[in-house]
């Protein structure tokens, strides 16, 4: 898969690094230190794809991230962030990124997210025409809101569709949740794949694992035959948990493993199930309090919001 990167960081060792390490896996690759002249060579229409530092002086990734769509709106960009900073990178979603990294990451984890943010443009070129029909059949006419706020609402459904990242939406019981994700969902890359609602406040701790993970035969009391759970269910599409905060601190745990490691074992298994796919999270809680109080893991949370 042919791709034109360009590499903006303004640590010239890390640069070097990264055109390295991109060009060795097969990719066009033009890098600069300076966000300024990455505005310029971006307004060449000579790349695909931007790879960008968040924090950089002068021009953070974010504002870098704003001056290239205005020019380029189609352009993929991927931010690369240190842990600290994720909230800030969550918000350049909000503009129109398409991932994160978290630094440090593997040669490995470069190529996974840029291939798969270079199949992502090649799959929206190819199918502009039929998203349009797709969108318009399966837009918004199920949700009730012609207020700005609601028109707002749905821009951002359409811009964070357009992505693959995870996302947390929040909003009292009543307001729409499941359909703001349904949403989503159809106007995703996903959208041939399932969409699967699961309410984690409706299944007691112990089932929930079963429900989520599967199970295998002979693993407890009453498990007579293989079971697949939802998450494998869903591989290829869209997995929507409605209240998430009412997960336990294990199921947590496991959930946040399998969004790292996009693979996990279902209850008494021995073996790894490779699984691809997209979390839309719902609640009627605040996440962040919980955060404070330990009742709701600051990973997962970031990897869901």
């Known amino acids: 898969m042919p791709g034109r990167i360009l590499v903006v960081d303004d640590e010239a060792e890390m640069l070097v690094s990264l055109k390295k390490i991109l060009t060795r896996q097969g990719f066009t690759v033009e890098g600069t230190t300076e966000p300024e002249a990455a505005v310029a060579m971006i307004g060449t229409g000579a790349f695909d794809l931007l790879l960008t530092d968040l924090k950089m002086p002068g021009m953070d990734g974010v504002e870098l991230l704003k001056r290239v769509k205005r020019i380029q709106p189609d352009l993929i960009v991927i931010i690369l962030t240190g842990y600290a900073r994720v909230d800030t990178a969550v918000a350049a979603m909000k503009e129109g990124a398409f991932d994160y990294l978290e630094k440090p990451f593997s040669p490995g984890q470069i190529e996974l997210v840029v291939r798969r943010a270079l199949s992502h443009h090649r799959l929206e070129t190819e199918n502009l025409l039929l998203r349009a029909r797709i969108e318009e059949q399966f837009g918004f006419d199920r949700i009730v809101g012609k207020s700005p706020e609601m028109l707002a609402v749905f821009d951002l459904v359409r811009k964070v569709a357009r992505s693959d990242m995870n996302v947390l939406v929040i909003g009292e019981s009543g307001t729409g949740k499941e359909l703001i994700a349904n949403a989503i969902h159809l106007n995703s890359p996903r959208r041939e794949k399932p969409f699967i609602p699961v309410d984690c406040g409706a299944i007691v701790g112990t089932l929930m694992e079963s429900e989520l993970f599967g199970y295998v035969k002979g693993s407890f009391t009453g498990a007579n035959t293989n079971?697949?759970?939802?998450?494998?269910?869903?591989?290829?599409?869209?997995?929507?948990?409605?209240?998430?905060?009412?997960?336990?601190?294990?199921?947590?745990?496991?959930?946040?493993?399998?969004?790292?490691?996009r693979k996990f074992r279902p209850v008494g298994g021995s073996h790894f199930i490779s699984v691809d796919i997209r979390i839309v999270g719902a609640t009627n809680r605040n996440l962040r309090e919980a955060v404070k109080a330990g009742t709701f893991r600051e990973d997962l949370y970031h990897r869901l919001n």
Do not use: C, N
């Open 227 to 261: 079971k697949r759970g939802l998450i494998e269910m869903a591989d290829g599409g869209t997995l929507f948990l409605d209240e998430l905060g009412e997960l336990s601190p294990s199921l947590q745990v496991k959930l946040l493993r399998t969004l790292q490691e």
